[in-house]
């Protein structure tokens, strides 16, 4: 039996349906990750207007909800952020990064408060820095983080293992392995890995540092999560803040 809930969200993705409804992908507070019938958006005088379906938009809604349904129904909705000040390529392109991230990786249905506020939140490092954090601050809640056991016996990331090894991981593309950490990333990870847990500030590092270590943590993931692969948007975050 559906019962209203009110819950805040932050929208992964939309999939028309029809002429005027979409199909809406919401990580919600109170709900974990829901599929949502949302009716009359891409007509005239629809109550929820397409700019609410952005990735990464935090909404408020309120939709029918059955616990034995796959597709839920949305009464109303609105934006509890506007973003129309920060709308920027760069940004955009951050929140697709972001959007894709979380639509490609979330998959319980189950409540997850801490890091649905972590997500809707904001991140309050400059833009350079937020997809290595995102990426590394993601990894803790999905339990995959990777151990920083980084030392002078042991300064190669190895991968596979998740942890930090004594002899460099083949190069990338090597047989049976997708990636490979050499001595610049893995110590760059190590520091950005310090600065997650707040025991040191954000390292430097250019912006082809950052961009490699992205594409690192991004074949990182697909090692570790069932069905994680086809990721596309980090290739436009990459000229966008080159």
């Known amino acids: 039996m559906s019962t209203l809930v009110n819950t ?4 992964l993705h939309c999939t028309h349906y029809s002429e005027s409804s979409v199909i809406a992908r919401i990580f ?22 397409q700019n609410m379906l952005q990735p990464l938009s935090v909404v408020e809604l309120t939709a029918y ?55 809707a939140d904001g991140l309050p490092y400059p833009a350079a820095h937020q997809p290595v954090m995102f990426m590394l601050q993601l990894s803790r809640h999905l339990g995959i983080e990777p151990l920083d056991n980084y030392s002078r016996l042991a300064p190669y990331f190895e991968p596979d293992e998740g942890r930090f090894g004594a002899d460099p991981a083949p190069p990338a593309g090597a047989p049976g392995h997708g990636t490979g950490f050499d001595g610049e990333s893995s110590l760059l990870l190590h520091h950005y890995l310090q600065a997650a847990h707040n025991t040191m500030p954000l390292p430097a590092a250019t912006q082809r540092q950052r961009n490699t270590l992205v594409d690192l943590l991004i074949a990182y993931y697909s090692i570790h999560l069932n069905g994680f692969r086809h990721f596309t948007s980090h290739d436009i975050l990459h000229t966008v803040l080159n």
Not at 28 to 47: D, Q, Y
Request: charged share 30%.
């Open 65 to 119: 909800n059955n616990p034995r349904a796959d597709l839920h129904y949305v009464k109303e909705m609105c934006l509890l952020h506007d973003d129309a000040a920060e709308d920027s390529m760069v940004y955009n392109a951050l929140r697709f990064f972001k959007a894709e991230l979380l639509y490609k990786t979330l998959r319980e249905e189950v409540p997850q408060p801490e890091l649905f506020d972590y997500v």
């Open 8 to 11: 805040p969200g932050v929208v």
């Open 28 to 49: 919600t507070r109170e709900l974990g990750v829901r599929s949502f019938m949302v009716k009359g958006v891409r007509g005239r005088n629809g109550r929820v207007k």
